[in-house]
């Protein structure tokens, strides 16, 4: 390539990177509204808890109140409720029945995510709590555990700066409805189809 070659294609690139640069400065200038989200991170991919859980760690570098309320899971020594459970920041809430197929008992399940949902309503009306995550909260509405018009009032009416994140496969109409940013987590391959055993870390 020719030392003109390489200055027009410096120039086209440095015109395209300003036309780019332009059009990115004047949706930041556009954006002006302020207030707390509600984030849904769904699909049937993994990395919907982690990606959930990087946001709480991310809020609390920056000094603020988070809640956790974690459903199906609790059985499992997590690596992120033994990170997260005595941080002064966090209120964590685990429902700790374990998976549904293997409680096998659905008047039990409901009775346990109706007091962990409980926990969770305290948690969205609490002006000082900056970010709640609901995780695997999509299945205690898919299941039938919760009521749908329950959990809808309770993330409409609650603090207006408050953000919150939902995880979980098949996110309800009703919830994606509500939603400032929906997310879905596409499944391509996953090593436990292979055989391989969940890994400390990678899946807990």
Known sequence: MSTEQVSDRAARHKRAMQRKKDHV???IARATIDKGLL???TGNGKGKSSSAFGMIARSVGHGLRCGVVQFIKGTWECGEHLLFKDHPLVEFHVMATGFTWETQDRDTDIAAAERTWSAAEKLLQDESIAVVLLDELTYMLTY?????ARVVAALQQRPAHQHVIITGRNASRELIDLA???????????AFDAGIKVQK???Y
Do not use: A
């Open 25 to 27: 400065d004047s949706r």
């Open 201 to 203: 870390g990678i899946d």
């Open 144 to 148: 039938g555990y919760l009521d749908k």
């Open 180 to 190: 400032d940013t929906v997310s879905e987590v596409k499944d391509i391959r996953h």
């Open 39 to 41: 984030v849904i991170l």
